[in-house]
């Protein structure tokens, strides 16, 4: 069993669809959650990053962890073309500058 | 701010050369730089941490004689891949901490082609 686990899709959605994604992990010890965005032959960009459990908004995009079921959330409101990519989680026990595990990344098709 | 640079973006070598990769921080100083491997459609895998002034930390399965990695300086990190094969032939991401910021940002990434 890997350690975060990412549905690759694709995922279609039509323009102005809220996009949802998740990852599930079994590793209790992880603290910190990142959400990353991936462009084709281009590096990660972080989107969202979360310290333990709860929610966080910003502009369009609301992350979401929930640690006792293990499970973290991504939310894309009001998508655009411009958001298809393949999103990445990841996870770390320590703050951002130690080690990531990163889930295997949904890749996200927002049609116009 | 906080811009992290690749080079190559994309090399081709011939079986049994070795292919040097330059990550550069450009605006920021970086003590840890990390170093990660993608196959097609897959996710990133991180090979090695990396320490200025200190030997690299290798993940269990990577082969440190194999990719060597060099952290010369608080702006750099090479990774060296050595006596290159088909098998090697990855897209190779590097990320720079950025201590303030507590975030790693990540290069552009460099396509190996091994022939």
């Known amino acids: 069993q890997k350690e975060v686990e990412q549905d690759p899709g694709p995922l279609s959605v039509p323009e102005g669809a809220i996009v949802s994604l998740n990852c599930t992990y079994s590793?209790?010890?992880?603290?910190?959650f990142m959400w990353y965005r991936q462009y084709s032959r281009k590096g990660p960009e972080l989107l969202m990053y979360?310290?333990?459990?709860g929610n966080k908004e910003d502009g369009r995009f609301t992350a979401q962890v929930d640690k006792s079921s293990k499970y973290i959330s991504l939310f894309i409101r009001d998508s655009q073309p411009s958001d298809s990519a393949t999103y990445l989680c990841?996870?770390?026990?320590?703050?951002?500058?130690?080690?990531?595990?990163f889930g295997g990344g949904t890749r996200v098709l927002v049609k116009p | 701010g906080a811009v992290v640079s690749q080079h190559p973006s994309r090399v081709i070598c011939k079986s049994g050369t070795s292919v040097k990769i330059e990550c550069r921080s450009l605006d920021f100083q970086a003590t840890t730089m990390f170093w990660y491997r993608q196959f097609p459609k897959k996710s990133l895998m991180l090979m090695a941490t990396s320490n200025e002034g200190s030997k690299a930390t290798y993940e269990q399965g990577v082969e440190k004689d194999k990719f060597l990695i060099n952290h010369a300086s608080l702006t750099l990190s090479t990774l060296t891949v050595t006596s290159a094969h088909p098998e090697d032939s990855s897209f190779y991401i590097c990320?720079?901490?950025?201590?303030?910021?507590?975030?790693?940002?990540f290069g552009p990434g460099t396509r190996l082609t091994v022939l």
């Open positions: 979360t310290y333990s459990s």
């Open positions: 990841a996870m770390s026990v320590g703050a951002a500058g130690n080690k990531l595990t």
């Open positions: 990320s720079a901490f950025l201590t303030g910021n507590n975030e790693q940002f």
């Open positions: 590793n209790s010890a992880f603290q910190y």
